[in-house]
């Protein structure tokens, strides 16, 4: 523990903030601004500068992305056609009627409906 004697006082501690005071803040500011000629690291998206880009990368960007959505309409195309044809089981829905449509067909095609 400090005893009274080791303190500064306040005064004295005042004077020396006050003193400190520009060099505190020149360190601060430091890091803020980049120097314009000074090459930036990696950077999230919002904080890079923007880049007006020409019209030919727009409209390369452009195409791109109308094959991506073409494909994609392609693909979901075909995998509905191929849903089609569907398969009578997969027609009846849950196991309990699977096992029941079993059982009927299972007397449909005995002779048990004779006795």
């Known amino acids: 523990m400090s005893t009274p004697e080791e303190q500064p006082k306040p005064g004295e501690a005042l004077s020396r903030a006050h003193a400190a005071r520009a060099q505190m803040a020149a360190a601060l500011d430091e890091d803020q ?3 314009p000629d000074e090459p ?7 904080k890079r500068p ?3 880009k020409s019209k030919a990368a727009k409209k390369q960007e452009l195409r791109k ?6 494909d994609a309409g392609r693909r979901r195309l075909a995998a509905a056609q191929s849903r089609r044809p569907r ?5 009846i829905g849950n196991a309990a009627a699977r ?17």
Do not use: C, I, T
């Open 33 to 35: 601004e980049p120097e």
């Open 40 to 46: 930036l690291g990696w950077q999230p998206v919002w």
């Open 50 to 52: 923007r880049k007006p």
């Open 65 to 70: 992305q109308r094959q991506r959505l073409q």
């Open 87 to 91: 398969s009578r089981q997969n027609r």
């Open 99 to 115: 096992r029941d449509a079993r059982a009927l067909s299972r007397v449909r095609h005995s002779n048990a409906w004779l006795w």
